[in-house]
C-alpha cells in the first residue's frame, strides 16, 4: 500500500510540473470597494467595471469630481496565475491622469499594459449638445497584426479624451487586419458638412466572415462600446449601448449623404432581387441600472425592445442622396425619474449605420453613409444636480 501511495504522489507530483503555465495576460474585472468611497460616484454601480473586453486597454471610472478624489485603492480580477503592478487594490493617486498597470502572464513571458483613469462625469448644462466629430486617432490593435483604424473622441473636463463613441472596427481588424484606415467600414472623412465628418460603409467581411454566415460588416458609430472578444461567438453582444446623462433628450438633428450599393444581399450572400438597402440613424433612451442597483447594459439584441427603454427615436427614412442634407428626429413620450435623472440613472445613445438590417448581416457591398454636425436638444425643466 505504502509503494502505491508514492507512486501516486511522484504521478501527481509529475502531471503538475507537465501542465503548463497561463500564458494569458488580462484584466477582467475592476472595482472600488468600501463605503468610504461611495460619496465620490454618483451610483454604487459606477464602482464597477465588469466583462472588461479582451481588446482593451483602459479601464475608465466615472466620479462626481476629480479635484476632490483622494488616494484610491482599485481591485481587479485578472487571468489564473498572472501578476499585476502596481499592487491589486493599493492605493493610487488618480488627480494627475491614468496610472499604468502591467499585467504579467503566469509563464513571465507576456505583458499587457492598462490605463486606468477617473475622470468627472460629462454633466449637461446647456439645452445643446453638439457632436462634430472633428476629434479622431488612429488606434493600433495589438492583438490583430497592430490593425489601425480610426476611433473618434469628444474632449472631457481639462481637455482629457473621453472615449464615448464607438465601432465594428475592431471586430473587422480580426479579418482585415491589413486594411488602412480608410478601408475600414467607420473612418473619419475631410471634407464632411463642417470640417472632418463620419464615413460608414458596408464592405466585405471576407472568407472567414462568409463561412460564419456573417458576409458583411455594415459601417456603424454609436454612443458606447464595442467589445470584440464576441465578434464570432455572439456578435449582437458585441455592441453595448449608452453613455450616462443627467437631461433627458427630446430631439436630435444633423447632416448626412446617402447611397445605397449595387446590390442587396442576405446573410448567405444570396442577391435579394428588387430590394434596396436603407441607412439607419436612431437613438435610445433608458434606466442603466435595476432595482438592486445593478449595472444594466443593452446590446444588439435588446437596445430597442428591453423593458428598460424609456423613449425612442428614429430617423423615418434617408433618402439617397449626393448632397448635405438635413435630418431631425423627436424621442417619443416617457416618464422620468428627477431624482434618478440627476444621478446618471439613465443613458442614452445614438446609432448610425450604412445598412439598417447589418446587424443580421443584410445589406448592399458599398452602401456609404456620411454624417456630420450632429446636435442633441435636451429638456432643461428636470433639474439636475
Known amino acids: 500500500m505504502a509503494a502505491l501511495l508514492a507512486m501516486l504522489c511522484l504521478f501527481a507530483v509529475s502531471c503538475t510540473k507537465d501542465e503548463p503555465k497561463n500564458m494569458e495576460c488580462d484584466i477582467l474585472s475592476a472595482w472600488v470597494e468600501d463605503a468610504q468611497y461611495e460619496q465620490y460616484f454618483y451610483q454604487k454601480a459606477d464602482m464597477r467595471c465588469d466583462n472588461i473586453a479582451s ?88 492583438m490583430y497584426n497592430n490593425a489601425t483604424y480610426n476611433v473618434f473622441y469628444e474632449l472631457g473636463a481639462n481637455g482629457a479624451r473621453d472615449y464615448i463613441w464607438a465601432s465594428g472596427n475592431a471586430g473587422v481588424a480580426i479579418v482585415h487586419s491589413d486594411f488602412t484606415p480608410e478601408q475600414y467600414p467607420t473612418s473619419s472623412t475631410a471634407n464632411g458638412y463642417q470640417g472632418k465628418g463620419v464615413c460608414l460603409k458596408t464592405i466585405d467581411a471576407g472568407t472567414l466572415g462568409r463561412r460564419m454566415h456573417k458576409p458583411i460588416a455594415a459601417g456603424n458609430l454609436f454612443l458606447g462600446s464595442f467589445d470584440a472578444g464576441q465578434v464570432l461567438s455572439d456578435p449582437l453582444k458585441c455592441t453595448v449601448f449608452g453613455i450616462p446623462v443627467n437631461r433627458e433628450p427630446v430631439k436630435v438633428t444633423g447632416y448626412y449623404k446617402y447611397q445605397p450599393g449595387a446590390e442587396f444581399t442576405d446573410a448567405n450572400m444570396d442577391i435579394v432581387p428588387g430590394r434596396t438597402d436603407e441607412a439607419n440613424i436612431y437613438a435610445v433612451f433608458f434606466r442603466n441600472q435595476n432595482s438592486a442597483g445593478e449595472r444594466v447594459n443593452l446590446y444588439g439584441d435588446s437596445v430597442l425592445t428591453s423593458s ?44 448610425f449605420s450604412s445598412s439598417k438590417g447589418g446587424d443580421s448581416f443584410e445589406g448592399a457591398i458599398g452602401s456609404t453613409l456620411y454624417v456630420d454636425e450632429v446636435e442633441v436638444t435636451y429638456d432643461l425643466t428636470k433639474a439636475a444636480r
Open 55 to 142: 481588446t482593451e486597454t483602459e479601464i475608465v471610472f466615472l466620479v462626481k469630481s476629480l479635484s476632490s478624489l483622494p488616494q484610491i485603492p482599485v481591485h481587479f480580477s485578472i487571468t489564473e496565475g498572472a501578476a499585476i503592478s502596481p499592487a491589486n487594490g493599493s492605493l493610487q493617486d488618480f488627480t494627475a491622469g491614468p496610472v499604468t498597470y502591467t499585467v504579467t502572464s503566469e509563464d513571465g513571458e507576456y505583458r499587457r499594459q492598462y490605463k486606468v483613469s477617473f475622470m468627472e462625469q460629462r454633466i449637461i448644462v446647456d439645452q445643446t449638445t453638439l457632436y462634430s466629430f472633428e476629434h479622431v486617432v488612429d488606434s493600433v490593435n495589438s
Open 308 to 351: 428598460y427603454v424609456v423613449t425612442r427615436a428614429q430617423v423615418a427614412s434617408l433618402p439617397a442622396t449626393n448632397e448635405w442634407t438635413r435630418f431631425e428626429m423627436t424621442f417619443d413620450e416617457g416618464t422620468v425619474d428627477p431624482e434618478v435623472l440627476a444621478a446618471f440613472g439613465y443613458s442614452m445613445t445614438l446609432v
